[in-house]
Nanobody, 122 residues
Framework: QLQASGGGLVQAGGSLRLSCAQPRRTFTNNAVGWFRRAPGKEREFVGVISWNGGSSSYADSVKGRFAISRDNAKSTVYLQMSSLKPEDTAVYYC?????????????????WGKGTLVTVSS
């Protein structure tokens, strides 16, 4: 089962790295995306990385602060978050795309993991 991990409590300006892994299944041929749902809001796109890590794209709200990478040998994708802000507080989800190059829409993803909570204090 797809699982996001690494969430926790961090102060504003701090950093955190989330991981997304699927132990019994490989997603080396698929894009992997990250989404988040803040309290009282709808889930939103954060970023996506292509199947081989050759390309990635991000929401404007996190561009320049967040970076996605992947290690296909470990079937793991990472979301490195820096310069965190209180508005980054959310449950973060990873999802496996339907194709090698993902998109920002939820229907572009086939498998969703359980989320991990990130809380940024001011």
């Amino acid at each position: 089962q797809l699982q996001a991990s690494g969430g926790g409590l961090v102060q504003a300006g701090g950093s955190l790295r989330l991981s997304c892994a699927q132990p019994r299944r490989t997603f080396t041929n698929n894009a992997v995306g990250w989404f988040r749902r803040a309290p009282g809001k709808e889930r939103e796109f954060v970023g996506v990385i292509s199947w081989n890590g050759g390309s990635s794209s991000y929401a404007d709200s996190v561009k320049g602060r967040f970076a996605i990478s992947r290690d296909n040998a470990k079937s793991t994708v990472y979301l490195q978050m820096s310069s965190l802000k209180p508005e980054d507080t959310a449950v973060y989800y990873c999802a496996v795309g339907r194709s090698a190059y993902g998109a920002s829409t939820e229907d572009s993803y086939r498998y969703w993991g359980k989320g991990t909570l990130v809380t940024v204090s001011s």
